[in-house]
């Protein structure tokens, strides 16, 4: 298994968001990914299949970084870990998540769109965040305004993101990488079509500042 990297926001510019309705397509799909660059693989928590699909690939798919994303209580952290989950991303934050996540020993990225948000996060020593939903939030603008003030965060914008708009966020110094599912288009998975997965997947693990 490879290891994840001191940060999980590291890996690759771009963590895809996938969301599985059948749990069979998961192995086939980590492996387009992580054929065409992007190691780490968000699978959020949004359907039954979602807890088998981490399983599967954290069995059969070691050379990728599987996360659970969507986690949004103590039990979905729990559940994540036990089924083999690599990192932890959830949209938003309460104290009581954030001990969960803490005490799973897993990296984490808890999700904000405020300041204020930020700032209890840094109470807490947590300095690597999710900005969600990031274009709804006030996207380029919004982030590059927190610069000064939280010179120490790096962000993973996530929401509504597209391969046109993701270079303008990865050329902020306090974003890291950015996730999306852009790679991930309906019909070339429901047609499970693996190599375009891998083509649009190489093309986002290309993207830089």
Excluded: H
Aim: glycine content about 8%; proline content about 9%.
């Amino acid at each position: 298994m490879n290891a994840v990297p001191s940060s999980v926001l590291d890996i690759a510019p771009v963590i895809p968001v996938v969301v599985l309705d059948d749990a069979e397509q998961a192995v086939p799909l980590a492996r387009a990914l992580v054929a065409g660059g992007l190691r780490a693989v968000e699978i959020t928590l949004r359907t039954p299949a979602a807890v088998d699909a981490i399983r599967a690939v954290a069995a059969e798919v070691p050379e990728a970084v599987v996360g659970a994303g969507t986690v949004l209580r103590a039990a979905d952290v729990e559940r994540a870990a036990e089924a083999g989950a690599r990192f932890l991303v959830s949209p938003g934050w309460t104290p009581a998540l954030v001990d969960a996540m803490q005490k799973s020993n897993l990296p984490f990225l808890p999700g904000v769109s405020t300041a204020s948000e930020v700032v209890g996060l840094l109470e807490r020593g947590v300095t690597e965040m999710k900005f969600f939903p990031a274009e709804a939030a006030g996207g380029v603008p919004y982030l590059k305004a927190l610069v000064s003030p939280f010179p120490q965060v790096r962000f993973c914008p996530t929401g509504g993101m597209t391969a046109a708009g993701a270079p303008a966020y990865l050329r902020l110094p306090n974003v890291a990488c950015v996730g999306g599912s852009w790679m991930l288009p309906a019909d070339a998975v429901g047609a499970r079509d693996w190599g375009r997965v891998e083509k649009l997947a190489a093309e986002a693990a290309a993207l830089s500042s």
